[in-house]
């Protein structure tokens, strides 16, 4: 389970506006979707400024997030202050029950999106102790 939070959402919206912030995260659906698709994952849903999103394993919603990032880096770059976008994310893994095709409820679930929007800060991916434990040999990747 993959839940990514756009960092400033609140922020933003009152120095800019919601119609500047929608757009902002209309062009970083266009950065998540692909990167989800790509490495196995599949998004659920959309809310305001998160995504949740469900993958095989935990390392692949890891792998997504660093292609996420670099894609994000490359795409700011370009663009002025105001328009520049960071996201933080929480990865747990576990057993879940879906309702739908939409929604989830677990225990992972709830810890990974209390990682992802309250805990994480802009630029970093928080993991639950089940989905770090699931990476015995996390091989490119190093936790603090």
């Known amino acids: 389970m993959l839940i ?33 698709e790509a490495h196995g994952g599949r998004i659920l849903r959309r809310e305001a400024d998160n995504v949740f999103a469900v993958f095989p394993h935990p390392r692949d919603a890891v792998a997504c997030m660093v292609q996420v990032f670099e894609e994000l880096r490359a795409v700011n770059e370009a663009l002025p202050q105001a328009e520049e976008m960071s996201v933080s994310a929480g990865i747990g893994f576990g057993t879940l029950l879906a309702i739908g095709d939409d929604d989830v409820y677990g225990e992972e679930m709830n810890l990974a999106s209390k990682l992802g929007e309250d805990l994480a800060r802009a630029g970093e991916v928080l993991l639950t102790p089940a989905a770090q434990a699931a990476l015995p040999d996390p091989g490119p990747f190093t936790f603090e």
């Open 4 to 36: 990514m939070d756009a960092a400033g959402f609140s922020r933003t919206v009152k120095s800019v506006g919601i119609v500047h912030v929608l757009a902002l995260l209309e062009r970083l659906e266009r950065i998540v979707r692909p990167q989800v």
